[in-house]
T-cell receptor, first 110, second 114 residues
Framework: GENVEQHPSTLSVQEGDSAVIKCTYS??????FPWYKQELGKRPQLIID?????GEKKDQRIAVTLNKTAKHFSLHITETQPEDSAVYFC?????????FGAGTRLTVKP | GAGVSQSPSNKVTEKGKDVELRCDPI?????LYWYRQSLGQGLEFLIY????????KSGLPSDRFSAERTGGSVSTLTIQRTQQEDSAVYLC????????????FGDGTRLSIL
């Protein structure tokens, strides 16, 4: 089955700086890669996703890149703000399986 | 329509008791998942239901845990003879498909075993 690894486990940046979170996956059949944001005490919520037929997707300050050859994908947050502080989960899968990474706790210092 | 609904939101019980947690998925979503999240930890997959197919129970930590999904909609997660290590937030999610669609999470049930 699929195995997703996520790095780093914690990340601290200064407000206005960029943050990058990286994930790798094991199953070459995986074709869908969502990212979820979980604020303290709240439910995880989808913030962006990418499918295997594209290499990059952008939505305002967040972007995701996918390298199918290397089996890794990354979340990029630019111009970080204190409200970006949360735990971010990557996930990867296909119609048969979907697995989550262990999460990255992002802290944006004002 | 409404999002994923879970009940109760909080449950405190004594060690050894049985508990039932309920999940009402988004209407029309055929895939339903249960996860366990301990404080400050990641999402531990427990069980997955897809339509009328046999559930994927590969994540259940012991035979004290079971789940069912009646009529392809509401699901109940049952923990028998609860232990203190069962204390966690239990999250339910649903999606239109297993691996190729976003999962929509409920607010979870915070379970505390005394």
């Amino acid at each position: 089955g699929e195995n997703v690894e996520q790095h780093p486990s914690t990340l601290s940046v200064q407000e206005g700086d960029s943050a990058v979170i990286k994930c790798t996956y094991s199953d070459s059949a995986s074709n869908y890669f969502p990212w979820y944001k979980q604020e303290l005490g709240k439910r995880p919520q989808l913030i962006i996703d990418i499918r295997s037929n594209v290499g990059e997707k952008k939505d305002q300050r967040i972007a995701v890149t996918l390298n199918k050859t290397a089996k890794h994908f990354s979340l990029h947050i630019t111009e970080t703000q204190p409200e970006d502080s949360a735990v971010y989960f990557c996930a990867g899968g296909n119609n048969n399986d979907m697995r989550f990474g262990a999460g990255t706790r992002l802290t944006v210092k004002p | 329509g409404a999002g994923v609904s879970q009940s109760p939101s909080n449950k405190v019980t004594e060690k050894g008791k049985d508990v039932e947690l309920r999940c009402d998925p988004i209407s029309g979503h055929t895939a339903l998942y249960w996860y366990r999240q301990s404080l400050g930890q990641g999402l531990e997959f427990l069980i997955y239901f897809q339509g009328n197919s046999a559930p994927d129970k590969s994540g259940l930590p012991s035979d004290r845990f079971s789940a069912e999904r009646t009529g392809g909609s509401v699901s109940t997660l049952t923990i028998q003879r609860t232990q203190q290590e069962d204390s966690a937030v239990y999250l339910c999610a649903s999606s239109r498909d297993r691996g190729a669609e976003p999962q929509h999470f409920g607010d979870g049930t915070r379970l505390s075993i005394l």
